[in-house]
């Protein structure tokens, strides 16, 4: 992933959508997957909205054990059904070798290694080899050096397909759920030619910050955003404090679109369906 090695940019297929090279891509939809209902609404929404991969997670992990695990295997079912009635390919959080049998079964588009399992070994020797991309979070308190080494361990044992997301690390700083780390965008553009995304959902932790938090991540050089939203967030079983709106989720993505074309990049087309 060295750019010495590799001056091109890669870019990543996730079931017909690309990450990296000119293009800027979306992805959205809530932090977990609740029910059929509400997920297949999230899916309306995210593809009303104009985003290109549906998130959402089946095995969630949570701070507290007593707080909402996720719908786990159902959860996954969900999801890809979601995604496939309104043609969008979807991503979702894997904690544990494990479950790799799972999302292969539901054929789940992109792999995500969230923060704290982004130096799981184990794990990232196990997603590697199951010919799936996968998308590494930044630990939450990983330098880029640390991170870039995860990501090398995804290639060293077979991984094609790396997307790198800054999520936010965590600081002394209190007034937001992490800080994000902007510096990563110009100073990693010179390292690797890895497709690099920013969740600035996670990192601000605060729904009225996301969306400037995204223009600012386009201007830096990012090939996308990933964020959160629900079509009733004070319903949300997770993370529902920094859900967008579905009108907020339409304006960011109008807003990614203008920043785009500002920078000389294009917005990802959609797959139509
Ligand atoms: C998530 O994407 O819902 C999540 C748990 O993110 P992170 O690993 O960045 O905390
Ligand atoms: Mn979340």
Not at 106 to 130: E, P, S, W, Y
Not at 169 to 176: K, N, P
Request: net charge neutral; hydrophobic share 45%; charged share 20%.
């Amino acid at each position: 992933m060295d750019r010495a090695f590799r001056d091109t940019p890669t870019v990543v297929d996730v079931g017909g959508v690309p990450f990296g090279g000119r293009g800027i891509t979306v992805i959205a939809g809530p932090c977990s997957v609740e029910g059929k209902e509400v997920i297949l609404e999230a899916a309306g929404i995210a593809k009303r909205a104009g985003a290109h991969v549906l998130r959402g997670g089946g095995f969630k992990p949570r701070t507290s054990p007593y707080a909402f695990q996720g719908l786990g295997k159902e959860g996954l079912r969900l999801l890809k059904a979601a995604g496939d009635s309104v043609g969008m390919p979807v991503i979702s959080e894997i904690m544990d070798a494990a479950q790799l049998p799972a999302f292969l079964d539901h054929d789940i588009d992109c792999l995500q290694v969230g923060a704290r399992n982004m130096q799981n070994f184990t794990l990232l020797k196990a997603i590697a080899r199951a010919g799936k991309p996968v998308m590494l979070k930044r630990g939450l308190s990983a330098t880029i050096e640390e991170w870039l080494q995860a990501a090398e361990y995804l290639a060293a044992f077979g991984s094609e397909g790396i997307i790198l997301c800054e999520r936010g690390i965590r600081t002394f700083e209190t007034a937001t759920r992490n800080t994000l780390d902007l510096t990563v965008l110009p100073l990693m553009r010179q390292w690797t030619h890895l497709p690099i995304i920013v969740d600035p959902s996670h990192a601000a932790g605060i729904p009225a910050l996301i969306p400037p938090l995204s223009r600012a991540s386009i201007a830096a050089g990012a090939d996308g955003v990933a964020v959160e939203c629900h079509p009733r967030p004070k319903e949300a079983r997770s993370d529902g404090a920094q859900a967008l709106l579905p009108g907020e989720l339409s304006g960011l993505i109008a807003d990614a679109r203008i920043m785009a074309a500002a920078v000389g990049r294009s917005f990802v087309a959609p797959v139509r369906v």
